[in-house]
C-alpha cells in the first residue's frame, strides 16, 4: 500500500513558476513508476509527466513540455514537479500517482494510487 501527500500548490501569475512534492509512504517507493496528472474543471484527467522507478526515463505532454520538470528523490520517498511559464490553462488540481511496475502509462486508469490533489490557479 502506497500513501500520497501533494502539496506546494497555490495561486500564481503568469509565467511564474511553482514547485509541487508528492511524498509517499511505504515500501518499494523506488520500484514505482510515478505521473502528475491534471484536471480542470469539466476536463478529463490528463498525464503532464511521468518518470520510470529510478528517474533515468522521464516523459511530457505537448502541453507542458519545456516548461515543466519531474524529478525523484528515491531516498526521500519524493517526487516532484517544477513548473515554470506558468499560463492560464495551466490552472488544474494537480494529483500524483503511482504504479506498481516500474513505468506508467499515458492513462490515469493504469496507475494504482492516487493524492488528494493540490490546486494550481494561474492568474493572466
Known amino acids: 500500500q502506497v500513501q500520497l501527500v501533494e502539496s506546494g500548490g497555490g495561486l500564481v501569475q503568469a509565467g511564474g513558476s511553482l514547485r509541487l512534492s508528492c511524498a509517499a509512504s511505504?515500501?518499494?517507493?523506488?520500484?514505482?513508476?510515478l505521473g502528475w496528472f491534471r484536471q480542470a474543471p469539466g476536463k478529463e484527467r490528463e498525464l503532464c509527466a511521468d518518470i520510470n522507478w529510478s528517474g533515468s526515463v522521464t516523459a511530457y505532454s505537448d502541453s507542458v513540455k519545456g516548461r515543466f520538470t519531474i524529478s525523484r528523490d528515491n531516498a526521500k520517498n519524493t517526487v516532484w514537479l517544477q513548473m515554470n511559464s506558468l499560463k492560464p490553462e495551466d490552472t488544474a488540481v494537480y494529483y500524483c500517482a503511482a504504479v506498481l511496475r516500474g513505468r506508467g502509462g499515458v492513462t490515469a486508469t493504469q496507475y494504482d494510487y492516487w493524492g488528494q490533489g493540490t490546486q494550481v490557479t494561474v492568474s493572466s
Open positions: 511505504g515500501r518499494r517507493f523506488s520500484s514505482y513508476g
